[in-house]
């Protein structure tokens, strides 16, 4: 786990480095030629650049281990952090909505659309290639499929800017030329319209998670089809099986009820039992932590003790 959480340091860096070129580049050639849409994706990258930092910074406080003052692992700075940028995320996007409507209505902006063109291609460019990097390492952590899924709208909007720009092309040599001036807003307003949805989702999948509600259905199947497979096993017919994930860690208590038939009987069996189950969902979940608590018992006990 050490090895993967420094790997996951590292393809942080990568993406906070080219969150920061992205960013005054962007900023720099959005002022110089007039287009809100690459003005929008520069402060985009700014804050692509805040959420890689806090992300990374993220990852290395996990990595320290304070048992005393976090029995359980920093486990919840992940979801805090995700949470955190995709609200960010989510003002940005409305910001940007509400500048281009107002633009719109004031009968849109004149932009230079060689250095729009120009920038459109380069950020797609660019962003496909950390796309690329960061699809490889996805199943790593939960931080760098965040990075993912931004860096992949990001391209999205960066290669609708450049068919934007080449339709700027077009119309200056048509009778539509009239058109030109709202074809930058229009694109911020698509972008912005695209880009909403996913801090929507980041916020609500993470804030689920610092509520200590359950896993995704995905993993709590997968979690139960190795229990039931496993009870079957030990003959054992029923059990309470409660799975809850925050960040990188999947929280599992499992209570197994054994009568007389099943095939734990002694403190080394049900070791044995532990053991088998442990090396299963290893193996079915790597990307993840867990903690397991398993007891075996005669008689449900799921009453809040007061």
């Known amino acids: 786990m050490k090895k993967i959480n420094n790997e996951v340091s590292r393809v942080l860096v990568i993406s906070t480095i080219g969150a920061f070129l992205f960013a005054v580049i962007g900023i720099f050639l959005g002022i110089i030629s007039n287009s809100d849409m690459v003005l929008l994706d520069g402060l985009y990258a700014i804050l692509s650049l805040m959420i890689a930092s806090l992300s990374l910074f993220t990852s290395i406080i996990i990595k320290k281990p304070n048992r005393e003052t976090f029995p359980f692992g920093k486990y919840i700075f992940q979801p805090l952090t995700i ?52 699809y490889r390492k996805r199943n790593r952590s939960e931080l760098i499929y965040a990075e993912l899924i931004q860096w992949l709208l990001d391209t999205i909007v960066s290669f609708g800017l450049v068919l934007g ?122 990307k993840y932590d867990k903690w397991m608590n398993i007891s075996f018992t005669e008689d449900y006990y799921t009453r809040q003790i007061n």
């Not at 799975?243 to 009568?259: C, E, P, T």
């Open 83 to 134: 949470v955190f940028n995709s609200s960010i995320m989510f003002l940005l996007c409305i910001l940007s909505l509400v500048s281009s409507v107002y633009s719109i209505i004031q009968g849109g902006r004149d932009i230079d659309a060689d250095i729009g063109l120009f920038y459109g291609i380069f950020s797609t460019v660019g962003c496909g290639i950390i796309c690329i990097l960061l």
């Open 165 to 286: 720009f080449v339709v700027v092309h077009i119309l200056k040599y048509t009778n539509y030329e009239w058109f030109v001036p709202y074809i930058d807003p229009i694109m911020v307003l698509l972008a912005g319209s695209i880009l909403i949805s996913m801090p929507i989702r980041l916020f609500f999948n993470n804030i689920k998670e610092i509520f200590s509600m359950s896993a995704s259905g995905d993993v709590q199947y997968e979690i139960f089809n190795i229990v039931k497979q496993l009870n079957t096993k030990y003959l054992i017919t029923d059990e309470d099986l409660r799975i809850s994930k925050m960040g990188q860690v999947i929280y599992i208590d499992l209570q197994n009820i054994v009568n007389s038939k099943s095939k734990i009987k002694t403190i080394q069996e049900a070791d044995v039992y532990r053991n088998e189950l442990i090396q299963e969902i290893n193996d079915a979940l790597k």
